[in-house]
């Protein structure tokens, strides 16, 4: 259980198994990477921050993943499995896992879709933390605006786009608060159409991008590439052990505690600034920014 897996075909990272989880999860979850081909991106690697991208496919054959760290893309894996053997014979199905492929600027760029309905609607099944609807995810609109780029230069006309997600992580109780929070485990969200024009001024500045990164190693990840988040500030009322409110700002709270509370303290809430490259980055262990703190000056 604890051996490293490796792909018999093709060259690919390390995937190891340091928790011992059962044989067929690790077969599972080892079979999500796939070796990489020379001037071919994949949707899904071109809206990710192009440092992160550039580092992962200069550093494939090295990189190490444990397959604890994958339980959610299986979980992905799993929904996606079971809509797709029970989407025959919907009505308004064009086609389902549609796998499109079309050349911008050099290079070879690669999508799959789960379904295109007969009106010309790309829909992305996705399995989400909650917080993606709270908080809105920025990938959606990119990721879905290249499936419809591709499937226009692949002769399909594409009239819209939707997300259907089930959250993983939805809680009954704190849907019955109200406010952002969803009221289902479930949601629909339509996502905003681009034209033709702005999906290929996309296209060609990430490829530059990407290819910056790859050339000469100059782009960094901003804050929000690293899902950044900055320190809070709760004021205390004595004894309590919630918080009465969380402020942004020190001088927030302060005023607050003097004036609305009387008696307390603050409790300082630091932010996480490399949230991303901790958890979610597999090249983080090859990327200078990171591992020397990096903010304002090219690695």
């Known amino acids: 259980h604890g051996a490293v897996f490796r792909k018999k075909r093709g060259k690919n990272m390390e995937v190891h198994n340091k928790h011992n989880l059962p044989y067929p999860f690790v077969k599972a979850l080892s079979s999500n990477h796939r070796p990489l081909v020379e001037k071919r991106v994949r949707v899904t690697s071109l809206i990710k921050p192009p440092r992160m991208t550039a580092l992962e496919r200069q550093n494939w ?20 499995t079971v809509i797709e053997n029970n989407s025959d014979g919907d009505p308004d199905m064009e086609a389902k896992e ?50 419809a780029q591709l499937a226009r230069d692949n002769g399909y006309e594409v009239k819209g786009l939707k997300i259907f997600s089930y959250f993983r992580d939805w809680n009954e109780r704190r849907s019955l608060d109200g406010g952002d929070y969803p009221e289902h485990m479930w949601g629909v969200y339509d996502i905003d159409l681009w034209s033709e024009s702005k999906a290929k001024e996309y296209i060609k500045d990430r490829l530059a991008t990407l290819e910056l990164a790859l050339d000469k190693g100059t782009v960094l990840c901003s804050d929000e590439d690293r899902w950044a988040t900055p320190d809070r500030y709760a004021v205390m009322k004595p004894g309590a052990k919630r918080a009465t409110r969380v402020l ?3 001088e927030e709270a302060k005023e607050y505690l003097y004036t609305k509370v009387g008696k307390g303290k603050i409790d300082v809430r630091v932010g996480e600034k490399f949230k991303r490259c901790e958890r979610y980055c597999n090249a983080s262990a ?11 000056e090219f690695a």
């Open 248 to 250: 942004d700002t020190e």
């Open 98 to 147: 549609l796998s499109l492929a079309a050349d911008y600027f050099g290079w070879n760029l690669t999508g799959t879709m789960d379904h295109l309905s007969k009106s010309g609607v790309i829909t992305d099944w996705k399995t989400t933390s909650v917080w993606s609807a709270v908080f809105g995810n920025d990938g959606w609109e990119p990721q879905l605006n290249l499936y």
């Open 61 to 80: 054959d090295n990189m190490e993943v444990d397959v604890s760290e994958m339980m959610h893309a299986m979980l992905g894996t799993a929904f996606h």
């Open 286 to 296: 090859f990327c200078k920014q990171y591992q020397e703190g990096t903010e304002n």
